[in-house]
């Protein structure tokens, strides 16, 4: 019987000594302490998606809430299927060039759960896949806002599915990739102000340009409908943001500590002045401009979070919202153009700024691994700055512009005025949010 239980013991030992020479000898760099770290992170950035979806669906109309929060949900579904295929390796997969990163590791090919040197050198390479595709899923979806109650659906999915190829994952391997050649100069974007604000928000303005105001825009009243649904959907943006910046150092650190600190101290102070500045014009305060203050704050110390001191992300803060402010209620109201949630006001002016700033205001004091901006002692760091901002600029407007062209050649991109009149709940997806049942079913009420 001794003998037996001896046995049994040493052969339960060895299976559970198993898993663990495994773990040890495959994954001896890899930091429990980052890997938990990003993998919240990972989860707070999807979650941002999903709020925005409410975020912009409390600002349209009744009859186009699901329209709107669709587009937002299905680019979660359409994005990670094309980022694991082909997204992840045109972004950060061997270099070709400083332009792409070829396609060795499409399917994720040669993906492992390994650390990466390249990029994460103690989480495993699969989660550094995961966080980065969630930033490869809501930029496209920030694009939305400005075209929103007036685009056909099939229309949408193949743009998005190009917009995404073709525009955010190179760009984002010039930036963040390893010898992409806006990151060999020496841009810096800690977390996504050139690659996700200033791309998404471009795309935006040239989308909005190409299908043409709504129907009824400037003389008949387009109020938002559901301004709570604004609110939790900030709410959420503003949760998820700290995954979204803080854990962009890719580690447990002290600059993702300071992403951290900055990133909501930047949005405080964006809320506070949006709501100063609203007060003044308008005579009163509001939750949409509250929230909306948020957001811009949140988008402009995005690029900065991990490179700036804490009074720098007030400045910065303060500051962005007059200019976005400034770019919505005068800029569009004078050219015409209908952004119809302001993605370009909010996204487009908060990420330049918040690029340029990054040019001012960085500090390897606080960062050892980035640069000094212009106000300490390096003013070639704003120039490289507004190279980068002009860059992706133009690299997202003419690409929208062909895709969308190009789109256009072999389908329609715009619903029609019955459609728009109807309400693309209706019209797209046969469904409405807030059906009269008493009516439906002929019962007064």
Known sequence: MKKKLLAFTLALSAILCMPAAVFAESGARIDTGDTAFIFVSTVLVFIMTPGLALFYGGMVRKKNVLNTMMNSFIVIALISIQWVIIGYTIAFGPDKGGLFGGFDRIVLNGIGFEPNADYAATIPQTLFVLFQMMFAIITPALITGAFAERMRFPAFLIFILLWATLVYDPLAHWVWGVGGWLRNLGALDFAGGTVVHISSGTAGLVAALVLGKRKGYRTTPMIPHNIPFVLVGGALLWFGWFGFNAGSALSANGPAMNAFLTTNTAAAAAALSWVVIEWLHHGKPTLLGAVTGSVVGLVAITPGAGFVGLASA??????????????????????????????????????????????????????????????????????????????????????????LKGISLFMKLRATEKEEDEGLDTAQHGEEAYPDFAAQEGLSI
């Open 314 to 403: 007030i400045i910065i803060g303060l500051a962005v919202s007059p200019l976005c402010y400034f770019a919505i209620s005068i800029v569009k109201t004078k050219l015409g153009y209908d952004d119809s949630l302001d993605a370009f006001g909010c996204h487009g002016i908060g990420g330049m700024w918040g690029a340029l700033a990054t040019g001012l205001f960085a500090s390897k004091e606080i960062n050892p691994l980035g640069s000094n901006g212009l106000f300490f002692g390096n003013p070639a760091q704003l120039g490289i700055q507004a190279l980068s901002v002009v860059v992706t600029i133009v690299l997202s407007a003419v690409l929208t512009f062909s895709i």
